[in-house]
Structure formats: C-alpha cells, structure tokens
C-alpha cells in the first residue's frame, strides 16, 4: 500500500546503504575502493525476516495499522540473532509496514577477521563463502537457528526444502484473483 510507505523507517543505517557500506569498510579498515579481493565477489546480502500474516496483531490506532508493541518486540529478537549469528556486519535495518505483514530487511556486509598471509596482521576482509557461502546447508542451518531463536514467539519453520519459489505480488494478485 503506497500510502503506507511513508510509516516504512529504519532502525540501524542511515537510509543510504551505499554511504552505511562505505563507513563499514573505513571502520573495520577496509579499502573501500576494492573491498573484495575478486571482482564477483558479494559485497552485502539483504536477509528478510517476517511471520505469516495471521501472527501479525491490527491496531486501528497505530497509522500504519499494525500493532507498534509487536512490531517493537520483533524488531528486537530479530536484533538480537543478529547480533548473535552476525556481530558488527548488518549495515541496515529496516522496518516495512506497507504490505500484508509487517516485515524487516537487514543489510549484512558479511565481514571476518582473519590473518593476513604476508604480513601475518589481522585484519577484517568481506568473505560471504565463510561466512554464508561455505556449504549447500549452511543457509538452512541459519534458517533452523533463528527459528530456535524466534520459535517462543509461537512461531513455526518453514518447509525444510521447500522448492517454492518467491512470485512477485503482480503474479500472485493475477493468480488469487483467478482462483476467486
């Protein structure tokens, strides 16, 4: 809903991801102007956290009409994983309130530290293979995690490998409307 858009805010970042990148890399003393070693590299990866719609609470007080308290109360479990799993490398988060469910997108420069082989210092370099990209299963492992983290909230996991595949809201608008 456009008209929601305007109650979306952020929690941690600035609202540039390019500049809260940028300040990433000078605080954690990477070169900024080529922070990855290899020119495919991942530099970030955007992780998406929400709950079916039915979880979510109305409150026909609130502007955006979802309950703020719960919304807060997610906001801050979803913090903490992160935290957790990832410390010092989500750049952004951000709260949006202007679809079906209220939902959060963080930002994660994937960032480790480790020793320089010439020098033998340590230093912080953006490796996404150690830390997301290592195994086929590491990302469902991830997934398990938070949901341990989450599952007191009365929340449930999804699909252990699922094949569904993500439809974009115009497809999936078309296709419910069909079905009516």
């Avoid at 970042?13 to 500049?19: A, F, P």
């Avoid at 994660?108 to 990209?133: A, M």
Wanted: glycine share 8%; proline share 4%; with cysteine.
């Amino acid at each position: 809903d456009p008209t929601l858009t305007q109650y979306n805010y952020h929690v941690i970042g600035s609202g540039n991801t390019h500049q809260d990148f940028i300040d990433h890399c000078v605080n954690h003393g990477i070169n900024r102007e080529k922070p990855c070693r290899q020119k495919d590299q991942i530099y970030a990866f955007d992780a998406m956290f929400t709950a079916s719609p039915d979880f979510w609470q109305h409150d026909q007080n609130s502007p955006h009409g979802w309950n703020q308290n719960q919304i807060d109360g997610f906001v801050a479990w979803v913090q903490e994983f992160l935290n957790k799993e990832f410390p010092g490398q989500c750049i952004s988060l951000e709260v949006h309130v202007d679809e079906t469910s209220p939902h959060i997108h963080a930002m994660l420069v994937p960032t480790i530290q480790r020793e320089n082989k010439k020098t033998g210092e340590k230093e912080h370099v953006i490796s996404y293979k150690d830390v997301l990209g290592g195994s086929k299963f590491q990302m469902s492992d991830m997934q398990n995690s938070y949901h341990d983290h989450v599952k007191h909230l009365g929340l449930e996991r999804g699909t252990v490998g699922s094949k569904a595949k993500h439809q974009k809201p115009g497809q999936y608008y078309s296709k419910q409307a069909a079905e009516e």
